[in-house]
């Protein structure tokens, strides 16, 4: 599968070295981004293409587990907040 997508449309920051995809040219900012984009974009893998997919899923399940935590964290601390403070108020008139 082939995507013709035009470099114009398509920025990376001033200072930041793009890397292009082997198979359509298409610029990211990291090698990163680029092996999931060839993982889900095109067929016919090499196989150090298929690694650096694996290797970029298995980082991209990390991150989201991590993100998960943190949102976890936060509902927690809401909910302490507000449990606590009408802890506090109720307390306060009695
Ligand atoms: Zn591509």
Redesign the pocket.
């Known amino acids: 599968m082939s995507?013709a997508i035009p470099d114009t449309d398509f920025h990376v920051p001033d200072g930041e070295t793009p890397v292009q995809?082997p198979?359509?040219g298409?610029p990211f900012r990291t090698e990163r981004l680029r092996a999931l984009?060839?993982g889900d974009?095109?067929d016919g893998w090499t196989d150090d293409e298929r690694e650096a997919y694996e290797s970029a899923m298995e980082a991209e399940r990390e991150d989201l587990f991590v993100y998960h935590l943190k949102v976890v964290a936060s509902l927690v601390a809401v909910y302490a907040f507000f449990f606590f403070t009408y802890l506090a108020v109720s307390m306060a008139q009695a």
């Open positions: 995507l995809c198979h359509c298409r984009h060839v974009a095109h």
